[in-house]
């Protein structure tokens, strides 16, 4: 019963009224208890944004564009540049999707494969929205009408170092493959800032290894302020059959155009690393 | 005499069998078997303590005309080892299939459980019964229900004319029900691995025995999920029903297993460690669909019902 009123009085705390506001206007079904099947947890989400948003306003200072483009219900896909050697983008990229002025959705990220083996971690990740980058959650979730956040470039852009910074590497073309069969819409996002977050000079692979983690950055362990801007772009609309995959390679190649071109207008707006 | 079918119901002494016998008593004849002991059930219906992988099983045969079975009943996870269990359960099934063959039985059903699938760390949410059963590669103790499924399906395509219907049901709880995860909602203090709170499913008792007389009447062959569309995390659900956390340490692996071990927790058993870690959410909506098969219970009142008895001391 203490442990109860305790929690209610640090969470009347924590929650903001602006969070609870948007999050309960987030068209999205769950159980009687809050959840849906993959652990998203109204409450929970709640309590996690709350936590997040002064990271978003105040020490990241992020702004985002065209959040007009974000459909207000049903399926869609954000597909993203990865960067900053913790997935501080995916954060920030779903905060936005849940406080869009233009209609609030849940951000359903696609997350590495061995974050829930974290305690905690993956339990609060899933509770936010977050589920395991796996083609069939992600076909699953937009036949539920949902909000799914990719990252193409997977480990090989997230843990990249510095000095390849804002360029692309190679996107997996799942997300492609899934865009087609589902008949979804696909906004790209162009993410400046996040590149300085955490610069790295290299990765120490064996102790990655050892690790069981896909990289292990030389890099400072607390994220840098960098100002962080989120260009979200027009919907991109991919439709019949997969003739090759050659062909979805050449589409794939569009999405990535489409971020390049973001990600050199976020550029443009920024004056520095903190600014 | 009546024109009425006869079904043999195995695990006549378990909380499930007895809703399904109540359920289906007026429509059929029913012998209700149990290896552990003769059950005391409706009137009017035969009961034996019979093991299934004796020679003495075929005299019910013999005995009886049955035109079906129900196969519901289980050596329990926590009930013996796994070779005696992989005896009674997989050995023993098989014995029951093949006398079904000898002796025409033209309707089969097996109760299955959704650990086949395996607790893992990558499964994805929703997972319908073409996914692959990975149980057997996590532990050695779920062997025997991943065998025992593998029997089944194997029978199911290979002898059409058993009609053989497999059910994979989720967490079944309500009165009576003693299965590892019944046992855990009953008790007033209950570990939780620190850290991680799967989502999981639960269906009532009365819903899981409505399930399984509808898949009788309507003889619809195949593999089948059986789960209610809404989860709830298990910390969330112990705490629902008035159990205090016990946490204990989840990392590395090892530890929680050597703990559970240790302090001999049958509810909490070593093997099963994973599903108290991640999450293994079936896709009930084949059955629902085929069956029109709607689960009266939610999960409030499975919760309720744990939490009043516990207040009245009588879980």
Not at chain 2, 152 to 164: G, Q, S, T
Not at chain 2, 296 to 315: G, H, M, P, T, V
């Amino acid at each position: 019963m203490l442990k109860n009123t305790l929690w209610q009085l640090l969470r009347h705390r924590i929650v903001t009224a602006d969070i609870e506001k948007q999050i309960d206007n987030i068209p999205k079904p769950v159980g009687s208890f809050g959840y849906d099947p993959w652990g998203y947890n109204r409450e929970g989400a709640k309590v996690w944004m709350s936590l997040f948003k002064p990271l978003y306003d105040h020490y990241f200072r992020v702004e985002a564009f065209g959040l007009e483009n974000i459909p207000k219900q049903g399926r869609v896909l954000i597909i993203a540049n990865h960067s900053g050697q913790l997935p501080i983008d995916g954060g920030m990229i779903g905060m936005a999707l849940c406080t869009n002025p233009h209609g609030p959705r849940a951000p359903r990220a696609m997350i590495e494969r061995w974050i829930p083996t974290l305690p905690f971690i993956g339990n609060a990740l899933n509770e936010a929205g977050a589920v395991i980058g796996d083609p069939e959650n992600c076909a699953k979730m937009l036949r539920n009408e949902e909000a799914v956040i990719v990252f193409p470039e997977g480990a090989r852009g997230a843990g990249k170092p510095y000095k390849k910074r804002y360029q692309l590497q190679g996107f997996g073309q799942g997300f492609m493959h899934l865009a087609i069969q589902e008949k979804t819409p696909i906004i790209p996002v162009g993410v400046v800032g996040c590149e300085e977050t955490i610069p790295s000079l290299g990765n120490l692979k064996s102790l990655a290894k050892l690790l069981g983690m896909p990289y292990f950055p030389i890099a400072l362990p607390i994220p840098l302020p960098a100002k962080i801007i989120l260009e979200f772009g027009e919907p991109l609309y991919f439709d019949g059959d997969i003739a090759s995959e050659a062909h979805v390679e050449a589409q794939v190649n569009q999405v990535k155009s489409a971020i390049h071109m973001l990600i050199q207008q976020g550029l443009s707006r920024r004056k520095g690393w903190f600014k | 005499m009546t024109n009425k079918k006869t079904i043999l119901i195995t695990g006549a002494g378990g909380a499930l069998a007895q809703q399904v016998i109540a359920q289906l008593k007026n429509r059929y004849h029913i012998i209700a078997v149990d290896f552990r002991r003769r059950v005391q059930t409706h009137e009017g219906i035969h009961s034996y303590k019979v093991d299934y992988h004796k020679r003495a099983f075929e005299d019910l045969f013999r005995k009886h005309k049955i035109d079906g079975l129900i196969h519901i009943g289980r050596m329990g996870l926590y009930e013996s080892d796994h070779y005696h269990r992989y005896n009674v359960n997989v050995l023993g099934t098989q014995k029951l299939l093949d006398l079904c063959r000898k002796y025409q039985v033209n309707q089969v059903i097996v109760l299955s459980t959704y650990f086949v699938y395996g607790a893992s760390p990558y499964n994805p949410a929703l997972i319908t019964e073409d996914f692959p059963l990975k149980a057997s590669e996590l532990t050695m103790d779920l062997v025997d229900s991943v065998e025992l499924e593998n029997l089944a399906m194997i029978y199911l395509w290979k002898h059409p004319e058993l009609n053989i219907t497999i059910l994979r049901p989720c967490n079944i709880a309500g009165p009576g029900v003693l299965n590892s995860m019944s046992l855990l909602l009953s008790r007033k203090i209950a570990p939780v691995l620190m850290g991680f709170s799967p989502m999981m499913q639960f269906i009532h008792v009365d819903d899981m025995a409505r399930a399984i007389a509808v898949a009788f009447q309507k003889n619809i062959p195949g593999v089948y999920n059986v789960a209610t569309a809404d989860w709830v995390a298990y910390q969330k659900a112990l705490q629902h029903c008035g159990c205090k956390l016990l946490p204990v340490p989840s990392v590395p692996d090892i530890l929680p297993k050597q703990i559970s071990k240790l302090l001999g927790w049958k509810a909490f058993p070593s093997y099963l460690m994973n599903y108290y870690k991640y999450p293994v959410v079936i896709d009930g909506a084949l059955f629902d669909k085929t069956f029109g098969f709607k689960a009266k219970s939610s999960l409030d009142d499975i919760f309720n019902y744990c939490r009043e008895k516990k207040a009245l001391n009588i879980l």
